[in-house]
């Protein structure tokens, strides 16, 4: 799957994996993929501690938009930052398949603040089931603000002490 994304996707430039810019096949599909990722990572109601990166062609979709944005040069990402894109990417995906189905008017993402968990949670806030779903899952504090000591830094304590066991 990741050889056909890549040919009908990823060779078209960062821009075609926004997701408003997928078709809807590409989107079913990595909604999916991103279904996946988040249910594995962010149990309902539990607040779990396991760590998943997902599938790749997910990954690939964040380095897409990382290389946009530092235009080829720069380090390279972070176990730790590759995963929360993954999430926050994952969350856009379902927030452009929200908006197709339920016909909302919502202003697309730009390869410039696709990743940005602020864009998220005001998503959330507009729309109160995926606010309260970001809620359940512990991925936004109850108070609905992204802080530092709420699930990015949960995320990099997993990751740390899941590079750091045995």
Same mark, same amino acid.
């Given at each position: 799957?990741?050889?056909?994304?890549?040919?009908?996707?990823?060779?078209?430039?960062?821009?075609?994996?926004?997701?408003?810019?997928?078709? *809807?096949?590409?989107?079913?599909?990595?909604?999916?993929?991103?279904?996946?990722?988040? *249910?594995?990572?962010?149990?309902? *109601?539990?607040?779990?501690?396991?760590?998943?990166?997902?599938?790749?062609?997910?990954?690939?979709? #964040?380095?897409? #938009?990382?290389?946009?944005?530092?235009?080829?040069?720069?380090?390279? !990402?972070?176990?730790?930052?590759?995963?929360?894109? !993954?999430? !926050?990417?994952?969350?856009?995906?379902?927030?452009?398949?929200?908006?197709?189905?339920? *016909?909302?008017?919502?202003?697309?993402?730009?390869?410039?603040?696709?990743?940005? !968990?602020?864009?998220? #949670?005001?998503?959330?806030?507009?729309?109160?089931?995926?606010?309260?779903?970001?809620?359940?899952?512990?991925?936004?504090?109850?108070?609905?603000?992204?802080?530092?000591?709420?699930?990015?830094?949960?995320?990099?304590?997993?990751?740390?002490?899941?590079?750091?066991?045995?």
């Amino acid at each position: 799957m990741l050889s056909r994304f890549s040919n009908e996707v990823l060779s078209h430039g960062s821009s075609a994996v926004l997701p408003h810019n997928l078709s *809807d096949f590409w989107l079913i599909t990595l909604q999916k993929l991103c279904d996946d990722f988040l *249910d594995s990572n962010f149990a309902v *109601d539990q607040c779990t501690e396991s760590i998943s990166m997902g599938d790749p062609v997910l990954a690939a979709c #964040v380095h897409e #938009v990382l290389h946009y944005g530092k235009r080829g040069a720069g380090p390279e !990402i972070s176990a730790e930052k590759l995963a929360e894109n !993954i999430t !926050i990417y994952a969350l856009s995906v379902t927030m452009e398949t929200i908006r197709r189905e339920a *016909d909302l008017e919502m202003p697309p993402p730009t390869l410039e603040n696709l990743l940005s !968990i602020d864009r998220i #949670v005001h998503f959330g806030k507009i729309n109160p089931d995926f606010g309260q779903f970001l809620k359940r899952a512990c991925i936004v504090p109850e108070n609905g603000t992204p802080a530092e000591a709420s699930w990015f830094k949960r995320l990099k304590q997993k990751l740390h002490a899941r590079f750091t066991e045995s």
